[in-house]
């Protein structure tokens, strides 16, 4: 697997406001996501090492590093192009609609099930929404990045409820965090995601 790279984001580290303040958004990418970079990094050049020669690895901390920060890099991915400036009136297209509607019952239905799955997160993890092989929607919960299956279903919609996510602006508020979350939601973007337009 070749290394991975830390992109930009698709705005400035301002556009988010006042839902997620600036000095959120540059330490959460640029320390937070950083860090993931690296140690996805560290971990394949460790397991590229063995490839070479005969070296002895605890595999058990290379899996561990691996899937945690290769994981946290793939998620934070997806979650700075599930975002974009605050829109007054946000909502998806209507053919993604008409899919939620299928799976959840309603939007508000969604957004109910999707902000109390974050809301209950123990400590630090997301809530995902996804797709399954069968091109289903499900939502899900992960905690910290890593004790998830990539191979069951691919995250389309995520939110970062670890408290660097929020914390500066909303102490322990996560509610409200989620909340305000909802309107920085690119719904274009998990379009895309699901039907590749
Ligand atoms: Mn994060």
């Given at each position: 697997m070749?290394?991975?790279?830390?992109?930009s984001?698709?705005y400035d580290?301002d556009?988010?406001?006042p839902?997620?303040s600036?000095?959120i958004m540059r330490?959460?990418h640029?320390?937070h996501?950083?860090?993931?970079?690296k140690?996805?990094?560290?971990?394949l050049?460790?397991?590229?090492a063995?490839?070479?020669?005969q070296v002895?690895?605890?595999?058990?901390?290379?899996?561990?590093?691996?899937?945690?920060n290769?994981?946290?890099?793939?998620?934070?991915s997806?979650?700075w192009q599930?975002?974009?400036p605050?829109?007054?009136?946000?909502?998806?297209?209507?053919?993604?609609?008409?899919k939620?509607?299928?799976a959840?019952?309603?939007l508000?239905?969604?957004?109910k099930?999707?902000?109390?799955?974050?809301l209950?997160?123990?400590?630090s993890?997301w809530a995902?929404?996804?797709?399954?092989?069968e091109?289903e929607?499900?939502?899900g919960?992960l905690?910290k990045?890593n004790?998830?299956?990539?191979v069951?279903?691919?995250?389309?919609?995520v939110?970062?409820v670890?408290?660097?996510a929020?914390?500066?602006?909303?102490?322990?508020?996560?509610?409200?965090?989620?909340k305000?979350?909802?309107?920085?939601?690119n719904w274009q973007?998990?379009?895309?995601?699901?039907?590749?337009?």
């Amino acid at each position: 697997m070749k290394p991975v790279v830390l992109s930009s984001l698709p705005y400035d580290y301002d556009a988010l406001k006042p839902v997620i303040s600036g000095s959120i958004m540059r330490l959460h990418h640029s320390q937070h996501h950083a860090n993931y970079v690296k140690g996805t990094n560290l971990a394949l050049a460790k397991l590229e090492a063995h490839k070479q020669s005969q070296v002895d690895l605890n595999v058990r901390e290379i899996m561990r590093d691996l899937s945690f920060n290769y994981n946290g890099h793939l998620l934070h991915s997806i979650f700075w192009q599930n975002m974009r400036p605050p829109q007054a009136k946000n909502g998806p297209t209507d053919k993604l609609l008409a899919k939620i509607e299928n799976a959840f019952g309603s939007l508000a239905q969604f957004r109910k099930l999707f902000s109390q799955t974050a809301l209950s997160v123990e400590g630090s993890g997301w809530a995902v929404l996804g797709q399954n092989a069968e091109g289903e929607l499900v939502v899900g919960q992960l905690e910290k990045h890593n004790l998830m299956t990539m191979v069951s279903f691919t995250p389309v919609l995520v939110i970062d409820v670890w408290e660097h996510a929020y914390y500066l602006d909303y102490h322990n508020n996560r509610q409200a965090y989620i909340k305000a979350w909802w309107s920085v939601v690119n719904w274009q973007d998990v379009s895309l995601r699901i039907f590749g337009v």
